[in-house]
Each structure stands twice: as structure tokens, then as C-alpha cells.
């Protein structure tokens, strides 16, 4: 059987724009597994129209009913149906979850049954609830948790999690049912990594291979992005999600002159597998994380693409307290940073958080164009394709400022990679993979990340599929298709 056709970015990214959903399998897909392609930005699309079936229309006469699929990986777009309810009646559903620190998370929403007592969360708004207009998601990233603690963002407790639907009427239980929603493909594999050095988490796609891979770098936050390898991995890209600083032996301790060959050292051991292809291995990072991809990506050769979320344009001291050297090492030397200026600007305090964009702001303002060349990351030496995710609002560090540095140094070298930059205006510094509580996500520990809850949500929904296919096309994987 011959493989599905690879799809090239522009019709991707036209795919995404559509406001029809699309459901692609591989011809090997299982049948729990989507692609990332099956939808855009809610808050983009246009609503659909649902056509209310004779059976929903028996089923009015009987029981209500919570109709929505099940079994799904986390990233596909779910739809809840209401139907068997009295008509033009108020029925408010009421979702209901706990994250992998046993915390309870809730949203609800009050939509109005039609004529026939049915009704579709993807084409009416709710009058009440945790979320506003039509968003067919919102009932989970709208989600809030019944007692706030540290930290403010869900943790997910793979490789599944449960979402209770309750639909009640004036209070009363008329409806329930459990959503399974997966967080990997049962049937990737995973491994601790705990060799050459390396510290992290492996995920093999199913299958011989030989797989296409990419290494991903976590941000100063020090969680290694398991999301990522478990989703990439979900597609059919082998990931490693290494942890690059900590108290594993023998990352250095704190965030500070990391030795930027840990990332060819990932690069080969990936290479080195019988499962995966030994041409190039793609990179992703959030952050810090990012930083270190683009640097890390201009060193060496067998890189390939390179997503850099919340990017950085320059090198950057260590932002542990105390600490004034160099993020990074090359061969052993401390590559230069952006000086901290004379006379540093304090960062605004937000909800008892520091946002400290103006402070990153000012630095990058106040030194001289020489200290800025040479803290300046060579992306022009990139030899894959460059990706740039970045949110208006982040809190952190100007990162669309440093996004639109990136692709400029990318356009005036006429590069033969390709390179491409999303911006979205509303969200912060935080933009990873779509569908899930975003409610707390301007706040993480002492940072104020930035953003509104539903651009955040908005912003994943578009950025994570065309991560993907950024990946599938970039690295000549065959993309689901169905």
C-alpha cells in the first residue's frame, strides 16, 4: 500500500484556515488518534450549522443525553451535543476534572436547547458560564480551579485524564457522562534517558521506522516538555525531551554557562538509534528554551527545522539571582551576553509578580550596538527551517521584538531555509499545545507571563497544528491523511 501524499506548508496552513473540521488518519492510524489539522483558532472560525436528525428527534421523547466522542488524544476538538432535553429549555453544562496533583478544575456553561430540545456547544453561546461566545473548546480552557494554589497551571497526570459532563436544569442532574481524553498514543513507546550525559524522556512512535526526530528544550522553568514528546511522538516524530540544568548529575546546577554541545550530544544519541533517521533531527524550544535552540541550531550541523516559542534574538545572563555570568558555553568559552545596564530598570510588579519585559526592554535599548552584535545569536547560520512563535502581551521578555529581530537577520541573509513568524497580539509568554485550562496562565511562580486566558487558548489552537506540520514538512515526514 502506497503512503498517504505529503502535504507542503501552503496547502497546510490553507487546511487550517478552513472553518469546515476535517478528520485525517494514516492508513496505519489507530482509532483513537487525530491529527492536529482537524481545526483552527476557535475564536476564528465560523459557526456551523447543525441539522437536528429524526433520531435526536425520538430521543427528545425519551432520556437527555451528553453525546461527544471519547478516547481522543488530547489535541483534537471535541463537540458535546445535547439532545433528548425539553425544548427552548436552559441547560447548563458543567465539566468537571482533576490534574495530576489531585486539584479539582471546573467550567460551565448555560446554552438554550432548540425546538426540537437539542443543542450543539460549536454553534450557540452561552448566556452564562466561564466563557463567552462561541468557542467550541471552552468548556475546557475556560476551566478554573476550586481552590487556587501554587502552581497556577494544570498538570496533567498522563497518559490519560477523565472529564466529567454534567448537564442539569435548574440545578437538577439530567445528564452525565466521561470524556477519556489521551495524552499519547497507547501506542508509543517511553523510556528514561540516563546516558552520555543526558538527562530526559524518549518517545518512539510506533512502527520500525526509521522515524524523523526532534530534541525539545524546556524553558527556565526546568520541566522538561514531555508534552511535546508525547504528542510529536502521537505523529509519528520521535522525540527526546531532555533536561538541560537541575541536580542530576552532571547538568550544571543552576541555569547558568550550559555547555551548548548537550544539544549535539542529544542530536547524535537520537541519531544513533536504529528507529530513527540519522540525516538531521529538528529542535524546539519554549523560552530560555528557545534561546538555547537557535544557538544551539547555528553551531552544528544535522539540525534541521527549529520551532522557537517566546524566542530570544540575543544570549542573555543566567536569570538565576546572584548569578551575572553567560546562559551558554561554546567550546568551553561564555558566549556574550546583553549587558545589564548601569542603571537597570526595576520590573513592574503585576498580582505580586514581576513582569520583567521592560527591564529585558531596556537592556537591549541601553547597550551599545557592539555589545549587541556580539550577543547576538547567528541565526543566519541556521541550516534548517525557522519557525517563531510569540505572544504581544508576554510578560517575560519582548519576544515579538525578538521574533521580528530573528527574521530579519534571516530575510537580509537570504538564507535557503524557509522561515516564518506567528504573532498573536493577545496572548503572553506561554504558547504550547492547544486545549487545556489556560485560566491562570498569565502567572507562573514569581513571573508575570502575560496574556488573556482565551487569546492564549486562541493562539494554541492555531500555533500547535502548524507546529506539527512545520515538522512533517520540514523533515519529509508523511502527514496523516484521510
Do not use: M, N
Given at each position: 500500500m502506497s503512503g498517504p501524499p505529503r502535504?507542503?506548508?501552503?496547502?497546510a496552513l490553507r487546511l487550517l484556515g478552513a472553518t469546515s473540521v476535517t478528520a485525517v488518519a494514516g492508513c496505519n492510524a489507530r482509532s483513537d488518534r487525530s491529527t492536529p489539522t482537524d481545526a483552527g483558532d476557535d475564536s476564528a472560525e465560523s459557526p456551523t450549522t447543525t441539522t437536528t436528525t429524526a433520531s435526536e428527534t425520538a430521543t427528545a421523547a425519551q432520556s437527555p443525553e451528553i453525546r461527544v466522542e471519547s478516547g481522543r488524544l488530547r489535541d483534537a476538538r471535541l463537540a458535546p451535543r445535547l439532545v433528548?432535553?425539553?425544548?427552548?429549555t436552559d441547560v447548563t453544562l458543567v465539566a468537571t476534572t482533576r490534574d495530576g496533583l489531585g486539584r479539582t478544575?471546573?467550567?460551565?456553561?448555560t446554552v438554550r436547547t432548540d425546538e426540537s430540545g437539542a443543542v450543539s456547544?460549536?454553534?450557540?453561546?452561552p448566556t452564562d458560564g466561564t466563557y463567552e461566545g462561541t468557542r467550541p473548546m471552552g468548556f475546557v480552557w475556560s476551566m478554573q480551579m476550586d481552590s487556587l494554589t501554587e502552581p497556577s497551571f494544570f498538570v496533567p497526570d498522563p497518559p490519560e485524564h477523565s472529564v466529567t459532563l454534567s448537564a442539569r436544569v435548574d440545578g437538577d442532574e439530567r445528564a452525565t457522562t466521561d470524556v477519556v481524553r489521551q495524552f499519547v498514543d497507547p501506542d508509543?513507546?517511553?523510556?528514561?534517558?540516563r546516558e552520555r550525559g543526558l538527562v530526559g524522556h524518549y518517545y518512539e512512535p510506533p512502527g520500525e521506522g526509521p522515524h524523523a526526530s526532534v530534541i525539545a528544550l524546556h524553558g527556565a522553568g526546568n520541566r522538561p516538555l514531555r508534552n511535546y514528546g508525547r504528542m510529536l511522538a502521537s505523529y509519528d516524530v520521535a522525540t527526546l525531551?531532555?533536561?538541560w540544568f537541575g541536580e542530576e548529575d552532571p547538568l550544571p546546577d543552576e541555569l547558568a554557562r550550559v555547555p551548548v554541545e548537550y544539544v549535539r550530544t542529544a542530536v547524535d544519541w537520537l541519531q544513533s538509534r536504529t528507529a530513527v533517521r540519522a540525516d538531521e533531527t529538528g529542535l524546539i524550544g519554549h523560552s530560555k528554551g528557545a534561546e538555547y535552540a537557535l544557538l544551539a541550531a547555528s553551531q552544528f550541523d544535522g539540525i534541521g527545522p527549529v520551532v522557537a516559542i517566546a524566542p530570544s534574538a540575543y544570549v542573555w545572563q543566567s536569570p538565576t539571582q546572584g548569578i551575572s555570568e553567560s546562559s551558554w558555553t561554546v567550546d568551553g568559552e561564555p558566549h556574550p551576553t546583553v549587558p545589564r545596564p548601569e542603571t537597570p530598570q526595576p520590573p513592574e510588579q503585576v498580582r505580586g509578580r514581576s513582569k520583567t519585559v521592560g527591564t529585558l526592554r531596556h537592556a537591549i535599548e541601553r547597550a551599545s550596538d557592539a555589545a549587541l552584535a556580539d550577543a547576538r545569536i547567528p541565526v543566519e547560520d541556521i541550516g534548517g527551517d525557522v519557525l517563531l512563535v510569540a505572544g504581544g502581551r508576554d510578560g517575560v521578555w519582548p519576544s515579538v521584538q525578538m521574533a521580528e529581530t530573528v527574521a530579519d537577520r534571516l530575510e537580509r541573509a537570504d538564507v535557503d531555509s524557509s522561515h516564518e513568524t506567528l504573532?498573536?497580539?493577545?496572548?503572553?509568554?506561554?504558547?504550547?499545545?492547544r486545549y487545556r485550562p489556560t485560566t491562570y496562565e498569565m502567572v507562573g511562580?514569581?513571573?508575570y507571563l502575560g496574556g488573556d486566558p482565551e487569546a492564549i487558548a486562541a493562539a494554541e489552537a492555531d500555533a500547535w497544528p502548524r507546529t506539527a506540520s512545520w515538522f512533517w514538512n520540514a523533515l519529509d515526514v508523511e502527514a496523516p491523511s484521510g
Open positions: 502535504i507542503d506548508r501552503r496547502t433528548g432535553f425539553r425544548p427552548e478544575w471546573q467550567s460551565s456553561a456547544l460549536t454553534d450557540r453561546a508509543v513507546t517511553r523510556r528514561t534517558v525531551a531532555v533536561k504573532t498573536y497580539p493577545e496572548a503572553g509568554h506561554v504558547i504550547t499545545i511562580g514569581g513571573l
